[in-house]
């Protein structure tokens, strides 16, 4: 009966503060933690479009997945450097920029490739079937633009 | 340099509720792209002196510190070496130190304030009298201050690529077993605003999102006056590392979501970003109010344009903590009246066909798991809250406002 007892007294009192704590946590969250909300993947369009799916996997291959999967967008690309200020672009250095970020070893598209099925992003399709867009292209103006014409 | 009224020669100031700018002595108000400033220009070749130009003697004793004459007073404006506009100390007329902002460092784009200072308070304590454990004393804060100031922020495009492998838990016949999944894909992010101001945490900053982009306007200095700014300040590294950030958390978010086992876990992964040449300069509106609390001070951040109120507020420890014993303890009284009733037919019952595997075993199993993750996602959740208090109570967002000259 002492082991029934000790035992309902262990689960009671996990039970008991595991609730008052989530409760009491979610209560605090809202009475002193205020606007703890950030941008979500919708405002920045941020949806991922899965390129490998390996499910169930074993040692050696959650070893070298990464590195297999794993793509190096920074590989061949011209940039500033990292210890420099960001500061916005003259006309020039964006041309210069342009012309040396082709990664290396591409090619340039041409007409070709008839047979190559476009990746569809879903999103997309369906914001042109909704008539819906967030793109705010037309806010911006180009960097390269005469700011004071 | 002020932007002064063509009626009296006084500076002005931009007045959120009316969008205009304002002349607080004859009353004429002017839109801001309308406002003729010959000063424009002016401002470009305006030079700051060094403090230590100015006053002589050690170079590291002003430390990155300039000196601006009032464009009303002749005063002096000492300003730091990210501050774009302030207010004079001795006549209170607002200066948009020009030089700062010309040319490459100039914004392109400005949201104006919509929220005006009273508008800011008045939300700010709506939201606080809310709070059941904010104590008396913040409920009817006085304000130490209270600032608008406009925060620089790079609008970034970017690619981003990912490998994770994800560690869960999946059903296998009756047992519970664990298993990897690898996910890999790629994504870009549009208009993601990164903060550009080194002073200003990025966790404190972020949470003024999300900013509505179409109010932007094309950058007119006429809409700081009256108004704190700060240019930019950031490294590449530093807003490649924010961006890198932000989009694991979504891609991470994605994949977790993508795969189906109980408590997913990301334990591996080689991210990658690339920001694309196309950032945009702009300056986001936000206002800072201050006030002080048992000798300590606490900024609340309010959103200059969407009103959003954002902070962390010292919270009544005693009341809590009582309040969640008290709490605890009936629970655990209840639970275990209803533990001490049930748990003798699964334990006799177990004894009593011992050697049979009827599943009561597991029953048991289950419930200590169920208990215990129960117990630890509680505890995770008071500790998190916490935590994100604290974080937006910290003394970097009050030294950030308050080392600027004016009210």
Known sequence: MAFIDITALLFAIGVGFGVSCWLFGTLLDKSNNLGDSRGNKYEYHAFVNFTSRRDKMNKSDRESFCTIHAENLDAGMAAPKGSEKVRRLTPEELAEYRKKNVPRGAYQSDSSHVNRKEEVDEFEEWEKREGFSRDLKGVFKPLDEDPNP | ?407
């Open chain 2, 1 to 407: 340099m002020a932007t002064l009224c063509k009626n009296c020669s006084h500076a002005l100031v931009f007045d959120p509720a009316r969008q205009k700018m304002v002349c607080s002595a004859c009353g004429s108000t002017f839109l801001p792209e309308e406002v003729e400033s010959e000063s424009k220009q002016y401002r470009e070749d305006l030079n700051a002196e060094a403090m230590s130009e100015v006053y002589g003697g050690d170079k590291n004793q002003y430390m990155d510190c300039y000196v601006y004459a009032c464009s009303e007073c002749g005063g002096e404006i000492i300003i730091n070496g990210t501050e774009a506009s302030t207010t004079c100390v001795y006549c209170g007329n607002s200066n948009v130190v020009f030089s700062r902002i010309a040319k490459q460092k100039c914004p392109e784009f400005v949201m104006p304030f919509s929220v005006t200072k009273e508008e800011a308070i008045r939300r700010a304590r709506e939201q606080i009298r809310k709070g059941i454990f904010v104590p008396k004393e913040i409920k009817n804060f006085s304000i130490d201050c209270c600032r608008g100031i406009y925060l620089p922020y790079w609008i970034v495009n970017a690619a981003y690529s990912d490998a994770v492998v994800i560690k869960g838990s999946v059903k296998q016949g009756k047992n519970s077993v664990t298993a990897y999944f690898g996910r890999a894909g790629k994504m870009t992010l549009k208009n993601l605003p990164i903060d550009a101001s080194r002073a200003l945490s990025d966790e404190s900053s972020s949470k003024l999102e999300p900013f509505e982009l179409s109010r932007l306007k094309p950058f007119d200095e006429d809409y700081l006056a009256g108004f704190y700014s700060n240019v930019s300040d950031v490294t590449y590294s530093d807003l490649r590392y924010a961006t890198l950030h932000r989009a694991q958390e979504f891609f991470n978010e994605a994949a977790l979501e993508d795969v189906q086992c109980s408590g997913p876990k990301v334990i591996a992964s080689r991210p990658s970003v690339r920001l694309e040449n196309d950032m945009v300069y702009a300056m986001m509106p936000a206002w800072f109010i201050t006030f002080r609390y048992k000798g300590k001070p606490n900024t609340i951040l309010v959103n200059g344009d969407s009103g959003k109120v954002v902070c962390g507020l010292p919270w009544k420890k005693v009341l809590f903590f009582t309040l969640l014993i008290l709490v605890g303890i009936l629970i655990t009284i209840g639970a275990f009246f209803v533990f001490k009733a049930t748990l003798p037919i699964f334990f006799t019952s177990s004894r009593h066909r011992s050697g049979r595997n009827d599943g009561r075993g597991k029953i048991i199993g289950l419930l200590v798991a169920g208990i215990v993750a129960l117990f630890s996602v509680g505890i995770r959740k008071v500790v998190k809250v916490i935590k994100n208090i604290n974080l937006t109570q910290d003394k970097a967002m009050f030294n950030f406002m308050k080392k600027r000259q004016g009210e």
